[in-house]
């Protein structure tokens, strides 16, 4: 009831008609704040997604938690694994005292309904298209997730959303997205599966090794089938999330291929083959200069510490160093870098030889095979 039909009913009535209407004001207003059914949100709505442009390139926040954005202690919007320390939802070699690597960054949930479940939307961090959608969350350790790739940027990184509850409905393969659209909503996925006390949504952007994953797959006999195609995990290399969106706040990311060349070279490698990988092709914003139109005799690559492939440089005939086809030559490699944190193992050191140059690790010598074809 107004102010103004609480007057007219006093008027009419006298104090007993006053007692009433203050009853039903009083009524009223316990049933406007009355808690809302089970199920029902319990915190503020969504967000809108939030972030900036670059060049025309509009780079989104995915999720609602703005965090980051309003420079936030980590523990607001990184969510830890259990341990109290956000550093463990960071990349990197952050987990089980730093022997084991994690390839995004864990963003905490801030919605959840009666139940607690997570509610929070997740947000296209680019314009896209939906490369590959995993609906079956007992498929991956990522659960249910999705991958899109960003053929308008200028390098076409691909960015990665996963421990999700749902994908949102009409979201299909082959889809166009814009960015900050919503593409699913943030859950607690996963083999093996997350509480959802720690329910977050696990964020990457990176590169795809090659567009030929399945005959590699195949020859590691891993015992089960490959069920996510070239989206895999294993032919996903990523970059340092944060690092990435703290270089964009400060208005020091320019684009991604100046970015990822840009990224600490660890090691160079000398592979001498005639093909060009089709990394390259996909790729050509991380080539030194072009690829010579009378072919290639080999490739300098140059490294990060966790083995991204940041830059390519084609060699014609005559460079010192190349081998026979296949030969893999380590040329150059800062120790500090390269062992800092290799939980990756792209680099073996002899703790007994502290002065030897390293091998090269299981993971880089996969990788390679992906790159290149090798067997």
């Known amino acids: 009831m107004s102010l103004r039909g609480l007057w007219q009913g006093v008027r009419a009535g006298g104090a007993a008609s006053l007692l009433l209407a203050l009853a039903g004001v009083v009524l009223s207003s316990r049933m406007a704040t009355a808690d809302p059914p089970r199920g029902a949100p319990v915190t503020t709505p969504p967000v809108a997604a939030q972030g900036w442009t670059v060049k025309g390139w509009q780079i989104e926040w995915p999720t609602p938690n703005q965090g980051f954005i309003q420079g936030a202690n980590l523990s607001t919007w990184i969510q830890d694994t259990g341990t109290g320390d956000p550093h463990s939802g960071l990349f990197g070699c952050v987990r089980d005292d730093g022997h084991k690597f994690h390839e995004g960054i864990d963003i905490k949930c801030v ?63 082959g889809q166009l997205v814009t960015a900050g659209q919503t593409i699913g909503k943030m859950g607690h996925s996963a083999v093996p599966a997350i509480p959802k006390e720690r329910a ?17 797959y ?36 320019h684009g991604f291929a100046s970015y990822i060349r840009g990224l600490p070279t660890a090691f160079t490698l000398r592979v001498t083959t005639h093909e060009v990988p089709d990394f390259v092709s996909r790729y050509p914003g991380l080539l030194t200069k072009p690829v010579p139109k009378g ?41 500090k870098a390269a062992a800092e944190c290799n ?20 993971e880089l010598r996969d990788d390679l095979k992906l790159l290149f074809g090798f067997k």
């Open 200 to 216: 977050h949504m696990h964020f990457e952007v990176g590169v795809r090794l090659t567009d030929n994953f399945q005959p590699w």
């Open 343 to 362: 939980c990756r193992e792209t680099l073996l050191y002899d703790a007994a030889k502290p002065t030897a140059a390293p091998k090269i690790g299981p």
């Open 111 to 173: 919605q959840r309904d009666r139940t607690g479940e997570p509610i929070d939307p997740v947000y296209a961090a680019m314009a896209g298209k939906v490369a590959y959608i995993s609906n079956l969350p007992g498929n991956s350790s990522y659960g249910r997730y999705i991958v899109l790739e960003h053929p308008g940027a200028d390098t076409p990184v691909y960015t990665l959303y996963a421990h999700l509850s749902a994908i949102q409905p009409g979201l299909a393969v």
């Open 218 to 253: 195949d020859a590691k006999k891993f015992g089960s089938p490959n069920v996510h195609g070239l989206y895999n995990g294993l032919n996903l290399t990523a970059f340092d999330e944060l690092a990435f969106f703290e270089a964009v706040k400060a208005g020091k990311f």
């Open 295 to 335: 072919g290639v005799e080999g490739w300098d690559v140059d490294f990060t510490w966790y083995g991204l492939p940041k830059q390519w440089t084609p060699l014609g005939a005559g460079v010192p160093g190349l081998g026979k086809p296949g030969a893999i030559a380590l040329v150059s490699y800062d120790p």
